[in-house]
């Protein structure tokens, strides 16, 4: 069995968005396997005090976040536009990923969610958005309806419980085993640690 | 001319310390020179409601902090002890390096007070101990009273006011005229920026 790790990501994140537009093909390079896990940064803000994003809540950090991502999309190759509201609800999105979590086509929907939100400037939010971007993945409605249902919602809760209890403070996070990596900046570095197994 | 960067940091930062301890050799093998700019952070912090270090005052990303920076310093062999006291008041220190800063010993100051405070946990807001840094790179105890001056505590308040009127919001920060490049991660592609002039 191959080694894996766990990409702990938000769909209103914005340093997610480079981090999980490569992290599978930086991961397949060195025969390590992704296990996708969406989670909540809203009641982990909210836990520090916050009710916005920090970059809202901070204004010389958020100028700075929005210049630093033009630069990385660019470096990177991905296309990058503001998108002109910050931040999105990742909520529907975010319980459709972790309720179908084992299919083969959540990968594809991650980066479609992502690239709608910062590089389309399109509302993730908005269910009719969700359809669209369900079938332009050859997947349809009934997904988005599967992830309304209760037990999908308290999946997710869950999950976002268990972040917190795994010590993830912010988005994207790589996690293997108790071993973390915080940010865009550290997928390739993560990617290196768990091909050579260097746990704890 | 050669190009040159405004290496913006605070003695307390811990991400400052690998950034102070490489940037000066990136840079020259670069052909770049580095301008030193010590401030102060607290101030900074005081601004966004902090009356501590964040990392104080968000322990998850706090206890992440310790542990990336021991990685970090793994990874670029240097010498890296939790500090039995944080955030230690850099004001002394920064005052030093502030009022002398065009001399040639400033780098190598700078570089023993990272040294004293994140690998050998010494005190480095403490008058005798910076007396014993400047003894061991050939200065005397006169650069230490020359910067209680009141002129001297006036240029580094003035200069911590640069660094917030410049968006600045955290340590260590890189300035290339307006373009800012923050933190430890972002030392190399800053000075490759700075040395193909890609000025806005």
């Given at each position: 069995?191959?080694?894996?790790?766990?990409?702990?990501f938000?769909?209103?994140?914005?340093?997610?968005?480079?981090?999980?537009?490569r992290?599978?093909?930086?991961?397949?390079r060195?025969?390590?396997?992704?296990?996708?896990?969406?989670?909540?940064?809203?009641?982990?803000?909210?836990?520090?005090?916050?009710?916005?994003?920090?970059?809202n809540?901070?204004?010389?950090?958020?100028?700075?976040?929005?210049?630093d991502?033009?630069?990385?999309?660019?470096?990177?190759?991905?296309?990058?536009?503001?998108?002109?509201?910050?931040?999105?609800?990742?909520l529907?999105?975010?319980?459709?990923?972790?309720?179908?979590?084992?299919?083969?086509?959540?990968?594809?929907?991650v980066?479609?969610?992502?690239?709608?939100?910062?590089?389309?400037?399109?509302?993730?939010?908005?269910?009719?958005?969700?359809?669209?971007?369900?079938?332009?993945?050859?997947?349809?409605?009934?997904?988005?309806?599967?992830?309304?249902?209760?037990?999908?919602?308290?999946?997710?809760?869950?999950?976002?419980?268990?972040?917190?209890?795994?010590?993830?403070?912010?988005?994207?996070?790589?996690?293997?085993?108790?071993?973390?990596?915080?940010?865009?900046?550290?997928?390739?570095?993560?990617?290196?640690?768990?091909?050579?197994?260097?746990?704890?």
């Amino acid at each position: 069995m191959s080694p894996s790790l766990e990409f702990w990501f938000e769909f209103a994140s914005t340093y997610s968005y480079p981090a999980a537009m490569r992290v599978e093909a930086v991961a397949q390079r060195a025969g390590v396997s992704v296990v996708w896990r969406p989670f909540l940064l809203g009641p982990i803000f909210a836990e520090q005090g916050w009710n916005d994003s920090p970059f809202n809540l901070y204004p010389a950090k958020g100028r700075y976040m929005w210049r630093d991502l033009e630069r990385i999309c660019a470096a990177q190759g991905i296309a990058f536009r503001r998108p002109s509201a910050f931040p999105r609800s990742g909520l529907r999105a975010a319980r459709i990923a972790c309720h179908h979590a084992d299919a083969p086509w959540v990968p594809d929907f991650v980066r479609a969610v992502y690239r709608a939100n910062f590089a389309e400037d399109r509302d993730v939010a908005d269910p009719v958005v969700l359809r669209d971007l369900l079938a332009s993945i050859g997947e349809d409605r009934s997904r988005l309806e599967a992830a309304s249902a209760p037990e999908a919602k308290g999946a997710l809760r869950t999950q976002t419980e268990r972040a917190a209890a795994l010590g993830i403070f912010g988005a994207p996070t790589i996690a293997i085993g108790e071993e973390l990596f915080w940010g865009n900046d550290r997928v390739e570095q993560a990617v290196e640690w768990c091909a050579r197994a260097e746990l704890p």
